[in-house]
Every structure is written in structure tokens, then in C-alpha cells.
């Protein structure tokens, strides 16, 4: 839960900023930038990007350790993006 709200806060702040620079019938950028970043660097770090002789690379070098630590990453980059996904289809559309 501390992703989400802090995905939240950075999404109010997106739009809030966006509203500051380029007005309301822009609010939507700055949040749907940062959730697509945070949703690339989750597919980058998922392995949905590379083929499978890649991942398979990967997996057969990589320890537990490093594996946990990549999907943690990977889980918390996508609770980052939910929120400022929401606001920008909001923002959007409002």
C-alpha cells in the first residue's frame, strides 16, 4: 500500500503541475508520462521485452536473491503506474 499512495501523491502532483505549465485541457500529461515509465521499467524488468533464449540466459545465471529482488522491483514499478494510469484516463476524459 505504500506504493499506491505514494503513486497517488505523485500523480496529484503530476496534475497539479501540468495544470501549472500547459493548463486543464492538459492535465493528463504529466501523470500518464510517469505511468508509462513505471509501466516500461516493469516489462523491462518482467522480461516481457526480450526473447526467450534471453530470459533463459537470465534465468539460469541469476540467484534467488537477485530473482526476488528483480520481481519486487518489478511489482512495486507497477503499483507506481496504477495510480497516475487512473488520474491521467481521468484527467483525460474530464
Not at 509501466?39 to 526473447?51: P, Q
Request: aromatic share 10%; hydrophobic share 50%; with cysteine.
Amino acid at each position: 500500500m505504500k506504493y499506491v499512495s505514494i503513486g497517488t501523491v505523485l500523480s496529484i502532483v503530476g496534475v497539479l503541475c501540468s495544470i501549472f505549465f500547459w493548463g486543464t485541457e492538459k492535465a493528463h500529461l504529466l501523470p500518464g508520462l510517469l505511468g508509462g515509465i513505471f509501466i516500461f521499467v516493469s516489462m523491462l524488468l518482467s522480461g516481457a521485452l526480450a526473447n526467450g533464449d534471453r530470459i533463459r540466459a537470465n534465468f539460469a545465471t541469476e540467484t534467488q536473491q537477485d530473482r526476488n529482488d528483480r520481481n519486487r522491483i518489478m511489482k512495486n514499478a507497477l503499483l507506481l503506474a496504477l495510480p497516475n494510469m487512473i488520474v491521467a484516463i481521468f484527467a483525460y476524459y474530464m
